[in-house]
């Protein structure tokens, strides 16, 4: 059975950081696209990054790019989501996603929350002012 499991996320203030783990199970771990998504209040499920666990390539939604980093210990099946100076507007539930097998190689599809299959339960980040 396929699982993920988030945890790490928290309240924090402003400027803080975080740490969020998505530990995976059931599946051939380095062998997929590992993604990360948000839904805020009232706002639609967004993919802010993903990774491949095969080849290591990354990317980010424009509007973290430079504060989160992703990276994956295949050792371990778990990805990690590090987020730095937090912002009010990142406050969000914070999913884990694996991809679909077949998903294509390019950002318009491994941002899609369409392309990605199984899901975790999220995990809540809430930054305060």
């Known amino acids: 059975e396929v699982q993920l499991v988030e945890s790490g996320g928290g309240l924090v203030q402003a400027g803080d950081s975080l740490r969020l783990s998505c530990a995976a199970s059931g599946f051939t771990f380095d062998a997929y696209v590992i993604g990360w998504f948000r839904q805020a209040p009232g706002k639609e499920r967004e993919g802010v990054s993903w990774i491949s666990t095969s080849d290591g390539s990354t990317n980010y939604a424009d509007s973290v790019k430079g504060r989160f980093t992703i990276s994956s210990d295949n050792a371990k099946s778990t990805v990690y989501l590090q987020i730095n100076s937090l912002k009010s507007e990142d406050t969000a539930v914070y999913y884990c996603?694996?991809?679909?097998?077949?998903?294509?190689?390019?950002?318009?599809?491994?941002?899609?929350?369409?392309?990605?299959?199984?899901w975790g339960q999220g995990t809540q980040v809430t930054v305060s002012f």
């Open positions: 996603a694996r991809a679909r097998k077949m998903i294509p190689h390019n950002d318009n599809a491994r941002f899609d929350r369409w392309e990605y299959d199984y």
